[in-house]
């Protein structure tokens, strides 16, 4: 099946810090989603972002599905931002797959 | 607008009892329902997903089953807990829009079995 590996696993910021999430997919898939994760185990939609590029806020994405990998940028990092950000792929008919997650912590 | 609920929020059973977690979507009409299961705080694995009433696809052979008697009813049940069931549970809902197809997670159950 489609593997889908997201980097780094573990994260630690500074309040006020940029960064850049990574998600890669072994595999055409028909749409890609991110998520986060708070700490109380809420899944929230970030993006739906089969290719392109979205913006929302402080958050944005970009997909480059002939290369197979998705980013997640996050700029500005405040502590709400702690959390896991999964990336999901849809394989077959509309079955996400899960990456493997980066938890993220932003210290103030 | 559209909203999604499972209960419990929390739940400790002993090994071998049985399990019943319900999910319900309000707002829309024929949704895709998902079961997922998480473990240790990472990688959601899809258990069920549901197309229409009374249609279940299970994705791993486990100790659960789900059931769907109503369009916006998800129920995911087993006879007899073990051990490793013990995790967090997703019910999810997904429809097609021209936006493309976004899925939606209800608060979760956390499951412990001891």
């Not at chain 1, 749409?31 to 929230?44: A, E, K, R, S, V």
Request: with cysteine; hydrophobic share 35%.
């Amino acid at each position: 099946g489609i593997q889908v590996e997201q980097s780094p696993p573990d994260l630690i910021l500074q309040e006020g810090a940029n960064s850049t999430l990574r998600c890669n997919f072994s595999d055409s898939v028909n749409n890609l989603q991110w998520f986060h994760q708070n700490p109380w185990g809420q899944l929230i939609n970030l993006f739906y972002i089969p290719s392109g590029t979205k913006q929302n806020g402080r958050l944005s994405a970009t997909t480059v599905a002939t290369e197979r990998y998705s980013l997640l940028y996050i700029s500005s990092s405040q502590t709400t931002d702690s959390g896991v950000y999964f990336c999901a792929v849809e394989r077959g008919f509309q079955k996400l797959v899960f990456g493997t997650g980066t938890r993220l912590l932003v210290s103030p | 607008s559209q909203t999604i609920h499972q209960w419990p929020a929390t739940l400790v059973q002993p090994v071998g009892s049985p399990l019943s977690l319900e999910c319900t979507v309000e707002g829309t009409s024929n949704p895709n329902l998902y079961w997922y299961r998480q473990a240790a705080g990472r990688g959601l694995q899809l258990l069920f997903y549901s197309v229409g009433i009374g249609q279940i696809s299970s994705e791993v052979p486990q100790n659960l089953s789900a059931s769907r008697p109503q369009d916006r009813q998800f129920i995911l049940s087993s006879k007899k807990l073990l051990l490793s069931d013990s995790g967090f549970y997703l019910c999810a809902w997904s429809v097609q829009t021209s936006s493309g197809n976004t899925i939606y997670f209800g608060e979760g159950s956390w499951l412990t079995v001891v």
